[in-house]
């Protein structure tokens, strides 16, 4: 595989692991409610997930960067898969603890 392809399959496994730690505080501050959806939760969830997603920027950097042939693109590479792995496993592990 190409460099950028790996940066985009970590980025997948990133936006799936922000989307456990986003749950995992919902859970510990105890902000998933079976009764009501309370918005602040998505915006802590969302902010998690920029978080996670610098945190990968770094380790991608670390990793990839003398790879390619632009270490610009480690910026942008994967950032699409990021936020839509990060928010369809948010909605789904979000939808079975609160309904379960």
């Known amino acids: 595989m190409k460099p950028l392809e790996k940066v985009y399959w970590i980025r997948f496994g990133f936006g799936f692991l922000a989307a456990l ?28 997930a920029i978080i996670v997603y610098v945190l990968s920027y770094y380790f991608v950097k670390y990793r990839f960067a003398l790879s390619v042939q632009k270490p610009q693109k480690l910026v942008t590479a994967g ?21 379960g």
Request: charged share 0%; proline share 0%.
């Open 21 to 48: 730690v986003s749950l995992g505080v919902g859970l510990a501050t105890n902000t998933i409610s079976r009764t009501q959806f309370l918005n602040t939760t998505l915006l802590n969830s969302a902010s998690l």
């Open 79 to 99: 950032i699409g898969i990021y936020f839509l792995a990060w928010l369809v496993f948010w909605a789904l592990f979000y939808t079975i603890l609160a309904g």
